[in-house]
């Protein structure tokens, strides 16, 4: 299945990224296991965007998908969700508190629907502990094995991680770059493909070089002032094997769904 020769470019598949007029501008969507940065200041709605990509492949595709945040905990990451008006009830969502208790969690998994695994910084923590490492040089290490577990017993193939930049404040890097290439070989190793929100702040422009060319794609989101608005907007600024339309969309949530629109405007304004 991983690591195939595409020689046909119909071969190639895609996961949507369910905002209305930004998959037909980009041949469908992301393609298979490609590690794609999800770029952008904070509110910039990174979160959300990426648990709604997961949340509909889940319901839809009945894949099993894999959420893992550093930044916040599974409560405050469903009461966002469900403000948003997702409703939970459709898919099977399993909360992984427990790496040591993975074993149970699987047996919850429901092999005639999608399931979406949601783990936070508490798990990440509370395996830090149990193996009885420093803390420094685990936090990268735990988060490996999460996904080595859920790809090998749950079948994960899709997954969100939310983000570097908590990562890299929560771990020292002797050399973030090369800790950093080797997380996405692994990654594709795993022939995983990956969502990295990646938080745009000043003192991580250097490290965010690294991020973006070692990544597939990048996707960008900002908040730009317009008169007395502020506006969502969303761009495509890289993404591999795929012929993509690079304008400035602006980006909307409205009645449950994410539309990328040229609102009326210039998108070049
Ligand atoms: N129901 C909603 N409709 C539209 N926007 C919302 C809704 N709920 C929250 N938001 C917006 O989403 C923003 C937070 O999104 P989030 O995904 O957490 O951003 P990020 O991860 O980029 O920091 C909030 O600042 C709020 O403006
Ligand atoms: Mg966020």
Redesign the pocket.
Known sequence: MSNELILDASQIKRIKTYIKGLDENMQGGIPEGHIVLIH????????????SMMYNEVLLNKRNCLYISL??SYASILK?MV???FDMSKINIIYMNDLAKFGTLVKQINQNAGNLIITDIGCVRKQIKDIKVSENKSWLNVVKNIILKTAQEANVNFFTF??LSALYTLSTFENPRMELFYFFEYLRDLNMTSLM?S?ESEDKANIFGSESFLSDGIIT?RLTPFRRNIIREISISKMRSTKCNTDVFSFE??NGSFYALYGGQNPLL
């Open positions: 952008g200041s904070a509110g910039t709605m990174k979160s959300s965007l990426c648990f930044e916040q966002n403000n948003m008006g939310d983000s929100i938080e989101l949530f409205k």
